[in-house]
């Protein structure tokens, strides 16, 4: 919930013109983008202040009813698929030249995994949905029978397979502060838990805090020689994973678009 604050960035970059030959998305980050990429400007926001106020959505009832907090299948099957309420935009996502690589991790090694953009197909998106499923919080998503979970376990800030693809520059949306490093003891209980049926994604887990804050300062160390510029808030609005009063999350995405266009007008003149 948190990247609603991405979700404002992106529609204000839609606005603006802004746009870019490559990305590599984490978690929400990739559904994000993989939206832009189509070019459904406010879908985003619809999934952010509209959907979750549904009770078939998330919460305790779809932990109870289904096994998993979030109920991913709602969010990108039945709102989403072709002919449904919310379609994504398949044909204009493939139809765009706009590169993506979706980052998840491999539950049974805790190792990133990095699916190519046309792996997205049309009434297929558990790539992007394997992203984005939270450890313990949800069930695995499996991908061609293979389990996986949040890709912001292994590699959160995934700024050195940007380079490795072909990345000169790099345009960072964070969902946190950049001068706001992980305490590792928020991943205790959960990685635990994890490493219950998963030991491999439980100790990456557990250790994604030194994960996190090492990336953190690589691409802080970026942005000082001029190969990043970085977007994120001040103020997440009260806005966690979880936690979603609409108008919080309303005032994160208006916080979001505004920063966008701001951010945009800096690239603009950079590029």
Known sequence: MRDAWGAGILDAFMDSGITFPSAVGVSAGASNIATYIAGQRGRLKRFYTIYPKRKQYMGLGELMRHGSFINMKYIYEDISFPGCEDPFGIEAYHANPMDLTIVATDAETGKPVYFPKDSLQAGYMKPMEASGTIPVLCKPTFVDGHPYYDGGISDPIPHRKAFELGAVKLAVI???????????????????????????????????????????????????????????PTDTCGVTTTKHKAENVEKLYQSGYWAGLEAAEKLMAIS
């Open 174 to 232: 964070l969902t946190k502060p950049k001068d706001l490093f992980r305490d590792p003891k928020k991943d205790e209980l959960f990685g635990s838990m994890l490493s219950r049926r998963y030991p491999e994604a439980g100790k990456a887990l557990l250790g994604r805090a030194e994960t996190y804050n090492r990336q953190l300062r690589e691409l802080l160390d970026l942005e000082k020689e001029g190969k990043a510029f970085i977007i994120a």
